[in-house]
């Protein structure tokens, strides 16, 4: 009997030692916690209407005052836009050199899915061009930089392509510009809608910084755009 009270003392006084509280070995959840690298959803922005706008001067590129470009995946072209940027209205002439410290520049870039007239020569495309039944997207794929906040399209355009009912949404996607086709009975061949956006920044030369998705392909072409701060304009 006595064995038997020692080894039970020896169990409690074992148990006695090694205790914790009752809910000491639940494993802790894990805290969510903010970072500063963390993307941030896309924010919604407020369109204006590209109708209502009084531009001024282009500026004059090495190839005039608009910029013409395939929108091309896979080698093909599912598409057309024209790109130029524009001095506020007091200007008649549009030199960024010239210009005042912060002057918005308003780019404007109109785009038509599935062209099916080439290029004039000596500028013909080989490959041809695809028919596009939808066209949902068309964004930038890199920073907006200089953006003021003011960007929209061309209303009217918007109602002829897409109908009564035609709805796009402007957004902001961590410092990219998108605009989203999100109601209407389709944008497809032929349709031209224009769209802009205004930046302090002028461009620094036509570069691959736009992107437009086509029935589920995702289609690249270029255009004026402000470089990094490293660039030379």
């Known amino acids: 009997m006595i064995r038997t009270l020692a080894c039970c003392s020896l169990v409690?006084?074992?148990a006695a030692c090694s205790g914790e509280p009752e809910d000491a070995d639940a494993t802790p959840s894990p805290t969510a916690s903010a970072t500063t690298d963390a993307p941030s959803d896309p924010r919604t922005l407020v369109?204006?209407?590209?109708?209502?706008?009084?531009?001024g001067a282009k500026i004059e590129g090495p190839v005039g005052p608009e910029v013409e470009a395939s929108i091309i995946v896979d080698g093909r072209s599912i598409g057309d836009i024209v790109s130029y940027v524009a001095c506020p209205a007091?200007?008649?002439e549009c030199d960024p050199e010239d210009m005042p410290e912060g002057t918005v520049y308003t780019?404007?870039?109109t785009v038509r899915p599935g062209v099916d007239d080439p290029n004039d020569?000596?500028?013909m495309r080989p490959v041809g061009l695809d028919e596009v039944e939808a066209a949902t997207l068309f964004e930038t794929v890199r920073e907006a930089r200089g953006f003021t906040g003011a960007i929209g399209f061309d209303r009217k355009q918007v109602e002829e392509a897409l109908g009564p009912d035609g709805t796009i949404r402007v957004q902001d996607d961590n410092g990219a510009l998108a605009w989203r086709i999100v109601g209407g009975d389709?944008?497809?061949?032929?349709?031209?809608i224009t769209f802009f956006w205004q930046?302090?920044?002028a461009p620094t030369g036509p570069a691959e910084a736009f992107a437009l998705r086509a029935d589920q392909k995702i289609a690249m072409a270029s255009g004026p755009f402000p470089g990094e701060e490293d660039d030379e304009p």
């Open 107 to 109: 780019y404007v870039h």
């Open 199 to 201: 930046s302090t920044m």
């Open 90 to 92: 007091e200007y008649d």
């Open 12 to 14: 409690l006084a074992l």
């Open 186 to 192: 389709g944008w497809s061949t032929g349709e031209p």
């Open 121 to 123: 020569p000596p500028f």
């Open 47 to 55: 369109a204006a209407d590209f109708g209502e706008l009084e531009l």
